[in-house]
């Protein structure tokens, strides 16, 4: 090296370079490599987390941003705006979550529960959350997704845990679900995940596989005395309104013939006593008006009348007997 020259032999070939040159390129090397690293960009529905020295620093949104080189800053990025899934007791083919289910063969002991009144079943459920609070996701815990599939196993064999094999598989789910949903909220938020739970949903409950056919059977059994009950209730519903009303219908008319026949009897009496008070005073007078009153109805319905003298002896030949001859 000779003053600001440095000399360098590569084989049988001497070169000489200066040391300004060499400098400015490290340097032009130098700052390549801290643009490189200083320049990032956010992805869409995602939040960068910044750490300086290791320490939380500032959170940017989506797009392009800035950061000190050198691995000075560190840059996290959490899907914020993302809606994610667990499944428990099954798992969906192609997901990109690693946490979103379970490994085959721990899926079969998720999904097995005891309940209440010691019986076995089945249950598969999955949730759905997002990141609300990214730092408290990244650093309150060492694995969140883990720890979120703990507690939702916790607290979904805590709800099946306190209901009967009867409620679990047919008319409690949705209680479960409302009940499971509350708790696992209250839990998460206790724990500080970080993260905010949308809904929680029971997919396939059902009993152990062993007896999973006599279960099909009382299933069937209840079904059937489910049906002959409503069409009981049905053919009750159609002919007993109706003879109710018949019955109803008969009585109206037996108690209007009541009041009918006692008002005619009332009507008849009243009738009589009056033509009785007028006997009384007047018995001649009341019989010859009587007795006119009755020829009055009588005489109108007679198709033929004869008057004859009261004094006549011998009726029969005035009398033509026979129809075509009186025509």
């Known amino acids: 090296m000779v003053g600001s020259e440095m000399v360098i032999r590569v084989g049988n070939t001497y070169y000489t370079l200066r040391v300004g040159v060499i400098g400015a390129a490290v340097a032009a090397f ?25 320490k939380y620093s500032r959170t940017v949104d989506p797009g392009l941003q800035f950061k000190l080189p050198f691995g000075i800053d560190r840059v996290y990025q959490v899907p914020v705006k993302r809606q994610l899934k667990q499944e428990f007791g099954f798992g969906t083919d192609g997901s990109t979550n690693p946490f979103q289910s379970a490994r085959d063969n721990e899926q079969e002991l998720e999904r097995n529960m005891v309940t209440g009144d010691l019986n076995a079943a089945t249950v598969e459920w999955i949730i759905q959350y997002r990141i609300d609070e990214p730092v408290a996701y990244l650093f309150n815990f060492r694995d969140p997704d883990k720890a979120l599939r703990d507690v939702s196993e916790a607290v979904m064999r805590e709800v099946v845990g306190d ?27 206790d724990y500080n995940l970080g993260v905010g739970i949308d809904q929680l949903q029971l997919k396939n409950v059902n009993p152990p596989p062993p007896v999973q056919p006599s279960f099909n059977e009382v299933n069937q059994a209840q079904q059937e005395r489910e049906k002959m009950i409503n069409q009981a209730n049905g053919e009750y519903n159609r002919f007993v309104p109706h003879a109710r009303g018949q019955a109803q219908e008969r009585i109206s008319n037996a108690e209007g013939y009541a009041i009918r026949r006692i008002n005619e009897a009332e009507g008849d009496a009243a009738r009589f006593n009056a033509l009785l008070a007028e006997y009384v005073k007047a018995p001649e007078v009341t019989r010859e008006r009587l007795y ?15 008057v004859i003298d009261e004094e006549a002896s011998r009726l029969l030949p005035l009398l033509q007997l026979n129809p075509e001859e009186a025509r």
């Not at 490189?36 to 956010?42: A, L, P, S, Y």
């Not at 209901?163 to 938020?189: F, H, P, S």
């Not at 006119?292 to 004869?306: C, D, G, N, S």
Request: net charge positive; aromatic share 4%; proline share 1%.
């Open 163 to 189: 209901r009967t094999v009867d409620e679990v598989i047919t008319i409690g789910r949705q209680e479960i679900e409302a009940e499971a949903l509350v708790r696992l909220k209250q839990m998460v938020t």
């Open 292 to 306: 006119l009153e009755a020829m009055a109805q009588i005489m109108p319905a007679l198709t033929r009348k004869i």
């Open 30 to 54: 130098l700052v390549l490599i801290a643009l490189g690293t200083m320049i990032f960009t956010v992805k869409a529905e995602y939040q960068g987390i910044i750490l300086r020295f290791g």
